[in-house]
């Protein structure tokens, strides 16, 4: 499922980060690799994405980072 969001904190050094998504609030983690496969090679704060969330290890990540507005 496609979520909105926006990009609260990102270290491109080590390509971590924060999203907090438009529909709940809730953060989700940019993780070392969340961009690979995307268009993106960085993400800055106050950037708005598109992107899909994966679980790991309960923990929700950003994953299939994309432009757009799918749905919204």
Do not use: C, K, W
């Not at 907090?20 to 809730?26: I, L, N, P, S």
């Not at 923990?59 to 507005?69: A, D, H, T």
Request: glycine letters at 14%.
């Amino acid at each position: 499922m496609a979520v909105q969001g926006v990009v609260r904190t990102y270290d491109p050094t080590t390509g971590i980060g924060v999203v907090v998504r438009d529909d709940d609030g809730a953060e989700v983690y940019l993780r070392a690799g969340s961009l690979a496969g995307s268009i993106f090679r960085f993400v800055r704060q106050g950037q708005r994405i598109v992107f899909d969330i994966d679980d790991d290890a309960g923990m929700p990540v950003v994953s299939n980072v994309r432009v757009g507005q799918e749905g919204y």
